[in-house]
C-alpha cells in the first residue's frame, strides 16, 4: 500500500478532529452541541478543580513543615515535587484521552481519584495517630520527630492521588472547552474568523475561571486551614472537587467530544523510524525516479500552511518508496513507509519542543512563589494595620493578590487590548501566542529582582537588632514580586496553552500536545528542587550561609534567600534571549539537514493571524 492509499483510507488528523460526537456517539448538531453553552459546565470545573489544589499546593509547605516535621528546605522539596508531579502526569491525561479514553471520561474517571486523595487527606490531618506528636519547629531548632514509617506513608499516598487525578484532568479541561469551538474550524472566511475570535476569547475566560479558583482557593480556603485546622481546610478541598465532578456531568448532553484516534505515540515512532531506515536514501528528483518525485519536497509535506516542511528534511525521507521490482512485490510496511500527515505531527512535536523548553526557568520562579516566599512571609510582620492590630494575614493568601489583580486585568485584556492590537497588528487574536509568550518571559526578572531586593532588607532589619527584639517588616513589602509574577503569568500561561493548542489541531493530538503546557510547569518545579539542593552543596562547601549553605537552615535569618533570588533573576534574563532565538528559528521556513528544500517551495505561515508569528 503507497502513500497515497494509506492516506486515504484514514480520515486526515483535521478531519478526525472536526468529526465530534454527543455523549450517545451521535454526531453533533451545531446548534445544540457546542460553543460557549458546553464551555461554561467546563469552566466551572476547572474552577473547582483549582480551588481545590490551590488551597492544598500553596499552603502544604506550611502543613509539611509545621505538622509533619520536614526540615525547611526538605519541605520546600516535597511541595515541588508534588507539584512537578501533576503537571508531567498532565501527558499521561493527554495520551489516555487522545488515544484511548476521550477527554470527559478521562476528566470524569480521574477527578474521582482526585477525589479520594482529598478524602485520605482530610483523614490524615485529622487524626493524631497518624501525625508525629505536636511540636514546634522553630523552637526546638529542627528537633521535632519526623513523620515516618506508616504515618509518612499514608500521607504521600494521599498527595499522590491527589496528583495523578488532577495532572490527568488539567489538559483535559483545557482541551475540551476548546473542543467546544471548533465547528467552524474547517471552514474559511469570516467563519474562521470569527471562530477563531471565540477561541482566543475562551483562553482568556479559561484563565479568568483560574484566577477565581486561585482567590477563593488562596483567601477564604487558606483561611479556614489556618484558623480551623488543615483538615477542614482539606475537607474543603475535597467538598470543591465534588462540586467540579456535578459540573462536568451536568453538561453532559451539550458537550462535543472528540473521538479517540488510538495511539498518537506509535504514528510518530514509525516515522522515525522509518527514517532511519531509509537514512542512506537520496531525495529522488522528477527526472531520476518518477515515481518518487516530489516525496521530499517541502510543497509535498506542507499541505498548502505547513510551517515547518522546510525544517526536520531528514523526516521527510520516510515517504520514499521501495523501487518496485514486480507485480507480487509486498507492499511496504508502514514502519517503512509513512504517510505525509504522519510526517507532520512528528515535525510539529519536534518544532514546539525549543518554545516548550525556554518556559521551565518561568515556572522554576513560580516554584519560589509557592513555597520560599511563603516562608518568606512567615518571617515578616503578618499584621494588617500595624502591630497593635489582631487580624492577621495568613502568608500564603498573599498568593491571592495577583488573582484579584488579575480577574480585571484579564476582562481589561480581552475587552480594551486585544481590539486594539487586532487594528495594529491585523492578527486576530490582539497579539500572537509567541509574542504573548515573549512579554511575559521579559517582564518575570522583575518579580525576583523585588523578591531579592526585599529579603535583602527584611534580614538585615531582622539581624541588625541585636539583643533588642528583631525589628520585623510588613508582610505588605512582598505585594510587588507577586504582582509583578502575575502579570507575566497572565501573558505566558495563556499564550503557551493557546499556541500548542492551535499547533496541536492540524496534528490531531490536542490534548497530549495542551499538557506540554503543564510539562513546563512540572519540568520548572523539578528544577526548583534540582538547584535548592545544587545551591545548598556548593554554596555549603564554600561557607556560603549558616552552616548549612544558603538554603541549609531552618531560619531564614542565617540562610541566603536573598542570593538565591538574585541566581534565578539572572537565569530568567538569560531564558528570555534563549527564548527570542527560539522563537525566531520556530518562525523561519530555511531547509534543514537532510535534503536540499526545494528553490519553489512556499511554506505558508501558520498561525492565528494574518501572517507570520514574530516577536
Request: charged share 15%; hydrophobic share 45%.
Amino acid at each position: 500500500m503507497d502513500v497515497e492509499s494509506r492516506a486515504s483510507s484514514s480520515p486526515p488528523p483535521d478531519a478526525a478532529a472536526d468529526a465530534a460526537v454527543d455523549w450517545r456517539g451521535r454526531p453533533c448538531e451545531p446548534r445544540r452541541h457546542g460553543g460557549m453553552r458546553a464551555a461554561v459546565f467546563v469552566l466551572g470545573i476547572q474552577a473547582f478543580e483549582i480551588m481545590a489544589i490551590a488551597a492544598v499546593g500553596n499552603n502544604l509547605i506550611t502543613y509539611v513543615f509545621g505538622e509533619m516535621h520536614f526540615p525547611l528546605s526538605q519541605a520546600a522539596n516535597v511541595v515541588t515535587n508534588f507539584v512537578g508531579t501533576i503537571f508531567l502526569l498532565s501527558l499521561l491525561g493527554g495520551f489516555l484521552s487522545d488515544s484511548y479514553l476521550g477527554c470527559f471520561w478521562t476528566m470524569l474517571i480521574f477527578g474521582f481519584v482526585e477525589l479520594s486523595g482529598f478524602i485520605l487527606l482530610s483523614v490524615q490531618a485529622h487524626l493524631p495517630q497518624l501525625k508525629p506528636p505536636p511540636c514546634n519547629m522553630a523552637a526546638t531548632d529542627g528537633g521535632c520527630e519526623q513523620a515516618r514509617g506508616i504515618k509518612a506513608s499514608i500521607f504521600f499516598a494521599a498527595l499522590y492521588l491527589v496528583a495523578l487525578g488532577s495532572g490527568c484532568l488539567k489538559p483535559n479541561m483545557i482541551a475540551h472547552g476548546a473542543d467546544q469551538f471548533a465547528a467552524a474550524a474547517g471552514g474559511g472566511g469570516a467563519a474562521a474568523a470569527d471562530n477563531a475570535k471565540r477561541l482566543s476569547t475562551y483562553f482568556n475566560s479559561a484563565y479568568f475561571s483560574f484566577c477565581a479558583g486561585e482567590l477563593v482557593a488562596l483567601t477564604a480556603l487558606v483561611w479556614v486551614q489556618t484558623h480551623s485546622g488543615m483538615d477542614v481546610g482539606f475537607g474543603i478541598s475535597a467538598a470543591a472537587m465534588a462540586a467540579g465532578l456535578v459540573s462536568l456531568v451536568s453538561g453532559a448532553a451539550f458537550y462535543r467530544n472528540k473521538p479517540p484516534q488510538g495511539s498518537i505515540f506509535t504514528p510518530i515512532a514509525r516515522v522515525f523510524v522509518a527514517a532511519y531506515t531509509k537514512r542512506k536514501q537520496i531525495c529522488p528528483s522528477s527526472s531520476s525516479d518518477p515515481v518518487n518525485a516530489g516525496v521530499c519536497e517541502p510543497a509535498h509535506l506542507a499541505g498548502g500552511s505547513f510551517r515547518h516542511a522546510s525544517k526536520f528534511r531528514f523526516l521527510d525521507k520516510a515517504c520514499i518508496r521501495a523501487a518496485e521490482q514486480g507485480p507480487n512485490t509486498k507492499p511496504e510496511s508502514p514502519w517503512r513507509l509513512c504517510t505525509a500527515a504522519e510526517v507532520r505531527q512528528a515535525k510539529t512535536l519536534l518544532a514546539v519542543a525549543p518554545i516548550f523548553a525556554c518556559t521551565i526557568v518561568f515556572n522554576t520562579v513560580l516554584a519560589q512563589l509557592q513555597t520560599f516566599s511563603v516562608q518568606q512571609g512567615s518571617a515578616m510582620d503578618t499584621a494588617l494595620g500595624g502591630a497593635g492590630s489582631s487580624f492577621r494575614i495568613p502568608p500564603a493568601s498573599l498568593q491571592a493578590i495577583p488573582y484579584a489583580m488579575l480577574l480585571a486585568l484579564v476582562p481589561a485584556y480581552e475587552l480594551l487590548l486585544v481590539p486594539l492590537m487586532r487594528r495594529a497588528t491585523g492578527a486576530r487574536s490582539g497579539i500572537t501566542p509567541l509574542q504573548r509568550i515573549g512579554v511575559g518571559l521579559c517582564t518575570v526578572p522583575l518579580s525576583m529582582v523585588a523578591a531579592a531586593t526585599v529579603e535583602h532588607r527584611r534580614r538585615d532589619l531582622s539581624l541588625s537588632a541585636g539583643g533588642a527584639p528583631p525589628r520585623a517588616m510588613s508582610v505588605l513589602w512582598i505585594v510587588p514580586q507577586f504582582l509583578v509574577f502575575g502579570v507575566s503569568e497572565m501573558f505566558t500561561a495563556v499564550g503557551l496553552i493557546e499556541f500548542f493548542y492551535k499547533q496541536a489541531r492540524g496534528a490531531g493530538m490536542q490534548s497530549f500536545l495542551t499538557a506540554l503546557t503543564y510539562c513546563s510547569y512540572a519540568f520548572g518545579f523539578y528544577l526548583s528542587s534540582v538547584l535548592v539542593s545544587l545551591v545548598n552543596r556548593v554554596t555549603a562547601s564554600r561557607g556560603g550561609g549558616g552552616h548549612g549553605g544558603w538554603l541549609g537552615d531552618n531560619d531564614l535569618d542565617k540562610d541566603r534567600l536573598d542570593l538565591f533570588y538574585w541566581m534565578l533573576a539572572v537565569l530568567s534574563v538569560i531564558n528570555f534571549f534563549c527564548y527570542l532565538l527560539c522563537a525566531r528559528w520556530y518562525n523561519s521556513g530555511g531547509a534543514d539537514d537532510g535534503c536540499d528544500a526545494s528553490a519553489s517551495a512556499q511554506v505558508a505561515a501558520e498561525g492565528d493571524g494574518n501572517g507570520k508569528e514574530i516577536i
